[in-house]
């Protein structure tokens, strides 16, 4: 199993559509964990760290379940702008993991 | 302040040659990470440096690989001879402590042919 399993996708919506990415985890010593953006040929960024009580950020929220160790993350009102890979990463001990990635279309 | 740079953004070498790396952290982050990115693949994990020791190792795929960071500053990543199934993007990653946020540098492609 891997460490950091993800949908595969790729996702393609239509702009202003809900999406929901799924992330599941296999190591339950996991402390920190993080979504990150990679638009093509581009380096990772961090998008939004994810807490144990949920998280929002504008159009963008994050919850965490650690009994599930189950990750998502979900973009309301999508834009055109927020096409790209969506990495989720966990750190089960002192190195960020990735999972493989989910690639979200955005289309007019 | 100036991010994470790395050099050269790309590099196509022959299978056999030696191609190395770099990495110019920011400032005063000691946590220093190489990652690679295969075609197809997820981001891996190749190894970690608090200052200049390595802290973790595990990810580095054989000894072909060495990496190191002169003085707890810039970071190089060797490998010798290179191999075709090596090519892939070379990511170079740092972060103040822990939890926080990794900054990564844009990246080497490297192709071996």
């Known amino acids: 199993r891997k460490e950091v399993e993800q949908d595969p996708g790729p996702f393609n919506v239509p702009e202003g559509a809900t999406v929901a990415f799924n992330c599941t985890y296999s190591n339950s010593a996991s402390q920190s964990f993080f979504w990150y953006r990679q638009d093509c040929r581009k380096e990772p960024k961090l998008l939004m760290s994810?807490?144990?009580s949920g998280n929002e950020d504008g159009r963008f929220t994050a919850q965490l379940n650690r009994a599930s160790q189950y990750i998502s993350l979900l973009i309301r009102d999508s834009k055109l702008s927020d096409s790209a890979t969506y990495l989720c990463?966990?750190?089960?001990?002192?190195?960020?993991?990735f999972g493989k990635g989910t690639t979200l279309s955005v289309s007019s | 302040e100036a991010g994470v740079t790395q050099f050269p953004s790309h590099s196509v070498i022959e299978k056999g040659q030696t191609v190395t790396l770099r990495c110019d952290p920011i400032?005063?982050?000691?946590?220093l990470y190489w990652y690679r990115r295969v075609m197809g693949k997820e981001i891996k994990f190749l190894l970690h440096f608090v200052k200049e020791s390595k802290q973790d190792e595990s990810g580095m795929p054989n000894n072909r690989f060495l990496a190191e960071r002169t003085g707890g500053t810039y970071s190089t990543l060797k490998v010798q001879p290179a191999e075709l199934e090596d090519s892939g993007v070379y990511f170079c990653?740092?972060?103040?402590?822990?939890?926080?946020?990794?900054?990564f540098g844009q990246g080497t492609r490297l192709t071996v042919v």
């Open positions: 994810v807490y144990s």
């Open positions: 990463v966990v750190t089960p001990g002192t190195a960020l993991i």
């Open positions: 400032s005063g982050h000691d946590n």
């Open positions: 990653a740092v972060r103040q402590s822990m939890n926080t946020e990794a900054f």
